[in-house]
């Protein structure tokens, strides 16, 4: 089975430790995102990327605002 392709996008800063969220595909506003990684997970393969939980959970009210406002930018 063919893995999906990964996009990252840089999420947030925490003193010296970077979060990116991991979307499946093309990053686009309704794409499908699988949480906020730290740094070293980010390129990783969908199947490694399952093995660590994301940091922050898909409903977190800080990721809907981010979201929100990249799409007010479109």
Same mark, same amino acid.
């Given at each position: 089975?063919? $893995?999906?392709?990964?996009?990252?996008?840089?999420?947030?800063?925490?003193?010296?430790? +970077?979060?990116?969220?991991?979307?499946? *595909? &093309?990053?686009?506003? !309704? !794409?499908?995102? &699988? *949480?906020?990684?730290?740094?070293?997970?980010?390129? $990783?393969? &969908? +199947?490694?990327?399952?093995?660590? $939980?994301?940091?922050?959970?898909?409903? !977190?009210?800080?990721?809907? @605002?981010? @979201?929100?406002?990249?799409?007010? &930018?479109?």
């Amino acid at each position: 089975m063919r $893995e999906s392709k990964l996009s990252w996008r840089k999420f947030e800063q925490t003193g010296d430790v +970077t979060y990116y969220l991991a979307y499946k *595909g &093309l990053i686009t506003p !309704s !794409s499908e995102t &699988l *949480g906020a990684y730290r740094e070293e997970f980010a390129g $990783e393969p &969908l +199947t490694d990327l399952a093995k660590h $939980e994301p940091k922050t959970p898909l409903t !977190s009210e800080k990721h809907h @605002l981010r @979201l929100t406002r990249r799409e007010d &930018l479109r």
